[in-house]
């Protein structure tokens, strides 16, 4: 959570809004955020929590654990069109990769075809 | 078709996104402000799930 709110700049450079969602109430997350580091907690986050309390959305999305009401680590990226262009599911013990967020982002954007590795600056194939 | 967990996940690359409109900290004094997937039409989302608040991500 704090590792994608520190890089929060270089997503917003690339017109991305990122959203955290968990199965918590808005109430615990208004605990977490205003809970320092330190502590256990997130401190300021650069982006909103939601909350799916009816697991809808993690049910939806492929994420939702059924028999402990949480989600495990998914991450979508999603275009101007409403249209899901990546989807990644890392089960709980695993956190995500910033880095590769950042580089599937920057490839989805160049409209082009980007080979394996490839990397930001990088020419495409088509 | 999830058939582990038994529901049938609408999420698949390509297709649009399933609909959402859930409560957000966005407002941290009202926690009445929501996020729906139309707000997000003309910018890119990045939407992340993770177990639970206090946990690590």
Known sequence: MTAFSDRYKEFADLDAEVLGVSTDTVFVHKAWINTPRDKNGVGDLNFPLASDTTHKTARDYGVLVESEGLATRGLFIVDPNGVLQYAVIHNLNVGRSVDETLRVLEALQTGGLCPANWRPGQKLLG | ?57
């Open chain 2, 1 to 57: 078709m999830a058939e582990q967990t038994g529901f049938y996940c609408q999420a698949r690359v390509g297709h649009p996104a399933p609909d959402f409109t859930l409560k957000t900290t966005k407002d941290l004094d009202t926690l009445k402000s929501t996020a729906s997937l139309q707000d997000y039409r003309g910018k890119w989302l990045v939407m992340f799930f993770y177990p639970a608040d206090f946990t690590f991500v």
